[in-house]
């Protein structure tokens, strides 16, 4: 059975963790819709706690993450009701449904059967656009019956399309290539408004389409006076720089110690560091983001924002849905005895490890960078077992890993931590690397 048992070496090594972050610079920025400030939790150590849950929990991953887009309000026949009382059946309306004065009408606002994709005007018909929340990708459906973060047209209403994340009226072909029309320094591709920095459709420019497993983003240019420059990238660790905002997911709707914030704080502010362009770092709890689904844990964010995941899928929601929808590379699998990571695409077993045994000197853990297809979304996850082996994880990739960051050419690594001193805190020399791979 599964249960929460105790890290002394993770709390340990969490202190050290949090004082690195907090001797960097301040963050550039907050956090969108309820971010909370990098420094509030200075005085905090990760606290003790297992990767998994109680059995009165049902285990870590006792919360599957579905996606939600497109569903909601699909309902049986017949009025349910109506407006002002109309009566259950409406004989001689195609629809089953009418108002008090017996006038047939397509749907009914108040109980809105309209499919998927559609809303009931206040005309009594479907029209296109959000009906509610569950509707949207992103959760969050506008009083205009346009979905915020959209990632397709099916969730925009009549008139507009998905454009950058957002519902747009199209522009017109005669602005192919142009900025007329569009805002914020898009660009009209295929009446499109693109922003050719994070398009993988039009990355750099209208038409310049990324390969499979490709994402657009930025990178660093040669040049006097060249910031920056805009290409496809490989999806691949040695790619994670390749953004202008690094936001780090706070697991606060599952785990209340400071057990992994503290290791995603400190990768955060290990990239800000490191990342040439130098990204912009903010930090945001799971349920008050919107680079994610507060309620599916689905990322809706693009390729310009870099999601730091630090834990496993049952304390972070997204990398819950990532794992469910098999985009994330590997996959935690819990066990009457054992807990195991294996590779989504083959089911292959990567490593595994006993439930008994002392977590606190020795465990497993894994760094995998990934792209959503479907929102363009970024998320580098590093995870462990236990506690300990998160603790170990953000270590490996803040003094392993980064320095020599272009060699990191694998989307994930597994790796064996083993306490060699009785310190019972992560050293490079205790950590070995067990496979690799896209």
Partial sequence: MLRFQSSTGALVFSALLLSFACSSESSDGGSSRGGTDQTDQGGKTGAAGSRAGTSSQG??????????AGEGGEGGEGAQGGEGGAPEHCPGCASGLC?????????????????????????????????????????????????KHCIQDSECASGYVCSAGECQPACS??????????????????????????????????????????????????????????TCHDTALASVCSVAKVTVILDSTKN??????????????????????????SEAEQDSVEALNITTGRPVSDS???????????????EGYLEAQKIAPLYWVAKSDVTEYRKTATNELVVSLPIAGDHDSHDFFIIQFMHDPASGSLILNEQGFWLSGTVAG??????????????QDKAWYAYEWTDLDGDKAPDLDEIQLLSSGH
């Fill in 99 to 147: 108002l008090d004065d017996g006038t047939c009408v397509a749907c009914l606002p108040k109980e809105d059967h309209c499919p998927s994709g559609q809303y009931c005007t206040d005309q009594y018909e479907c029209a296109a656009g959000c009906k509610d929340d569950a509707s949207c990708a992103s959760g969050v459906c506008g009083a205009d019956h346009n979905c």
């Fill in 394 to 407: 953000a270590y490996q990739l803040m003094h392993g890993l980064l320095p020599d960051l272009n060699q």
């Fill in 59 to 68: 285990g870590r991953a006792g919360r599957p993450a579905t996606d939600s």
């Fill in 304 to 318: 310009s924002e870099l999601l730091v995941v630090a834990g496993g899928p049952f304390f972070q929601s997204v």
């Fill in 173 to 230: 072909a005669e602005n192919e290539g142009q900025s007329t029309g569009c805002e914020g320094g898009q660009v009209c591709c295929s009446q499109r408004c693109s922003d050719l920095r994070v398009d993988s459709r039009n990355c750099g420019a209208c038409g310049n389409a990324c390969d499979s497993g490709q994402f657009c983003g930025l990178t660093a240019c040669a040049g006097a006076g060249a910031d920056s420059c805009v």
């Fill in 256 to 281: 209340t110690s400071d057990g992994n914030r503290v290791p995603g704080r400190a990768i955060g502010a290990a990239l800000r560091d490191i990342c040439v362009p130098k990204p912009v770092l």
